[in-house]
């Protein structure tokens, strides 16, 4: 024949049909919002560094809490910028921590938002690093017992998930023998299990108050050049009783995350993290970038490669997006003109 009898075209001419053969489909159920909150009253302080997204008193985080479950988002992250910090981080696991004041005041007001904690240290230490130090390293197990002991903390206060980001060796296993022991068995474990010590957390640390008062997280977070080695701290942290399993950053690590989803069954999660949500801000700020079709593309890749859940400081815009829409595929996914 004089023209290949396969036209791709055929199933790109109109709306409707790129809407029935749409592979990849993005929903306000498979995001989740981060949120820091801070001791006070009445306190929305923005944080420059992440236009659009402030430190929140417990008081006051109900209002945006109530705001995002009216677009359409029910999960939560929570991070804490505690009163005051010690070699120890024994904010983390107080029991009047900022974390659990938050959680409580949030579960009192609101039971259907699904609250999840970060669980580490780094936010509470003087030293700023995720873990207890001893002689200028990080003592691995001594800080997993204080990582499992937050955890057991917020649960008690009524998170209905953990999340530990530490990257101590064994801390879900830690974790998972606290829980059980004090009546948590149906309290999930979200790992960062691919967490790598990325150029990318620079607008988080400015957030979360966390930048390391010495050295870095090398010896702890993984090697940007490294893949492999995910597999096999994904498979460690499966095989201690984590559920859920993420990839942190998620926009340079799409190889990563797509191996992971391709190894395992439990669901996968992806971190859309500070410096690729200013990167963009920044971007759109400017007019070089259209803001919307940019994170609609950007997440619908994470999801492409293989995340059922994509923790991202757009969950908000995202979810009004498309509901506003109603999934159409000329208005989510306008092409510019060039």
Known sequence: MGFPIQRPRR????????RLVRETRLHADDLIYPLFVMPGHGVQSPIEAMPGNYHWSPDSVLFEIEAALKDGVSAFLFFGLPESKDAVGSGAYAGDGIVQQALRAVKSRFPEAY??????????T???????????????DASRGLIARTAL??????????APSDMMDGRVGAIREALDAHGFQQTPIMAYSAKYASAYYGPFREAAHSAPQFGDRRTYQMDPANGREALHEVALDLSEGADIV???????YLDILWRVRQAVNVPVACYNVSGEFSMIKAAAARGWINERQTVLETLTGMRRAGADLILTYFARDVARWLREESGSAAALYPVPGD
Do not use: F, Q, W
Request: overall charge negative; aromatic content about 4%.
């Open 11 to 18: 199933l790109r001419s109109s709306d409707t049909i790129r």
């Open 115 to 124: 609250t999840i904690t970060d669980v580490c240290l780094c936010e509470y």
């Open 126 to 140: 003087d030293h700023g690093h995720c873990g207890i130090i001893r002689d200028g390293y990080v003592d691995n």
């Open 153 to 162: 903390s917020h649960a008690e206060a009524g998170a209905d998930m953990v």
């Open 246 to 252: 993420m990839v942190k950053p998620a926009l340079a």
